[in-house]
């Protein structure tokens, strides 16, 4: 709250300095622009004309090489969108890649579940899994797999898949073609090949031999689909998923395979 006396005193000091403001306001300043230009030397008058020359000279011959610039850094940038992947074309005809004697097809039943009959359109990652099923073979996999059809289209169920399973004595099924989409690793289903891998135990560690077949699948389809080893990536990098465990808790090993597929790749 404000008293009367401090109210005031206040009111007098606005006073004061409106006064002095009053004082010391400047003169319009038309007037002083006007003398300016009349008192302003003629030769004054065409050297400023003459800058202007130059400047609108140096505007003139700098435009053309700096358009230059700039439609080169956007056609440098058009280039990197197109090269680095976003609008790269993909030229493989996934359905005419020939399959190797060494990998056996069987495919599952199409359905809604686990094989829904979607064209793979493009690979740009090779997505590798473990089974998380301890001692489970590669056939039962490809059952359980195949069995999601009997599940009631008209329920919510579980859904499920892969393109590829390795086996515990290292055997390769392929239970979907490479041309048709799989539910295994959501959102990325749409441009991913998936790897199934069987294990021994717990760990998620694979066998020796199971290994070796998953190197040797591996580095083949990055060899058909013009992948390198810099495009495996595990379940886990695609959503976070503890999957493929043990290369997920060791990230030395994960290292290691994408080494070993790199040098497979060249044989
Ligand atoms: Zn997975």
Redesign the pocket.
């Given at each position: 709250m404000r008293d009367k006396k401090d109210r005031t005193s206040k009111d007098d000091i606005f006073e004061k300095d409106y006064d002095k403001i009053r004082q010391i306001q400047p003169k319009p300043r038309e007037n002083s622009d006007q003398k300016i230009q009349r008192t302003e030397p003629s030769s004054r008058r065409s050297l400023s004309k003459n800058r202007q020359k130059k400047g609108a000279f140096f505007l003139k011959t700098a435009a053309v090489p700096l358009l230059a610039i700039a439609i080169g850094a956007a056609a440098g940038l058009g280039c990197g969108y197109y090269l680095w992947g976003y609008e790269r074309p993909y030229s493989i005809n996934l359905k005419e890649v020939s399959i190797p004697s060494w990998i056996e097809q069987d495919f599952i039943r199409k359905n809604l579940f686990s094989r829904p009959d979607v064209t793979l359109k493009r690979v740009d990652n090779i997505?590798?899994?473990?089974v998380?099923n301890a001692g489970s073979s590669a056939a039962a996999n490809r059952s359980y797999f195949n069995n999601l059809a009997d599940q009631d289209p008209q329920q919510p169920g579980t859904v499920g898949g892969?393109h590829f399973i390795v086996g515990l004595e290292g055997e390769i099924l392929q239970i979907i073609p490479i041309s048709e989409i799989t539910y295994?690793?959501a959102p990325r289903n749409f441009d991913t090949i998936?790897i199934?891998v069987c294990h021994p135990d717990e760990t998620g560690k694979f066998s020796q031999k199971t290994y070796d077949s998953l190197v040797r699948l591996t580095a083949w389809l990055c060899n058909e689909l013009k992948l390198s080893s810099k495009d495996l990536i595990?379940?886990?990098d695609?959503?976070g998923?503890n999957?493929?465990k043990y290369y997920v808790e060791n990230e030395d090993a994960w290292k290691e395979f994408k080494k070993d597929v790199k040098s497979a790749m060249k044989k």
């Amino acid at each position: 709250m404000r008293d009367k006396k401090d109210r005031t005193s206040k009111d007098d000091i606005f006073e004061k300095d409106y006064d002095k403001i009053r004082q010391i306001q400047p003169k319009p300043r038309e007037n002083s622009d006007q003398k300016i230009q009349r008192t302003e030397p003629s030769s004054r008058r065409s050297l400023s004309k003459n800058r202007q020359k130059k400047g609108a000279f140096f505007l003139k011959t700098a435009a053309v090489p700096l358009l230059a610039i700039a439609i080169g850094a956007a056609a440098g940038l058009g280039c990197g969108y197109y090269l680095w992947g976003y609008e790269r074309p993909y030229s493989i005809n996934l359905k005419e890649v020939s399959i190797p004697s060494w990998i056996e097809q069987d495919f599952i039943r199409k359905n809604l579940f686990s094989r829904p009959d979607v064209t793979l359109k493009r690979v740009d990652n090779i997505v590798i899994h473990y089974v998380a099923n301890a001692g489970s073979s590669a056939a039962a996999n490809r059952s359980y797999f195949n069995n999601l059809a009997d599940q009631d289209p008209q329920q919510p169920g579980t859904v499920g898949g892969s393109h590829f399973i390795v086996g515990l004595e290292g055997e390769i099924l392929q239970i979907i073609p490479i041309s048709e989409i799989t539910y295994a690793a959501a959102p990325r289903n749409f441009d991913t090949i998936s790897i199934e891998v069987c294990h021994p135990d717990e760990t998620g560690k694979f066998s020796q031999k199971t290994y070796d077949s998953l190197v040797r699948l591996t580095a083949w389809l990055c060899n058909e689909l013009k992948l390198s080893s810099k495009d495996l990536i595990r379940h886990h990098d695609v959503s976070g998923k503890n999957c493929p465990k043990y290369y997920v808790e060791n990230e030395d090993a994960w290292k290691e395979f994408k080494k070993d597929v790199k040098s497979a790749m060249k044989k």
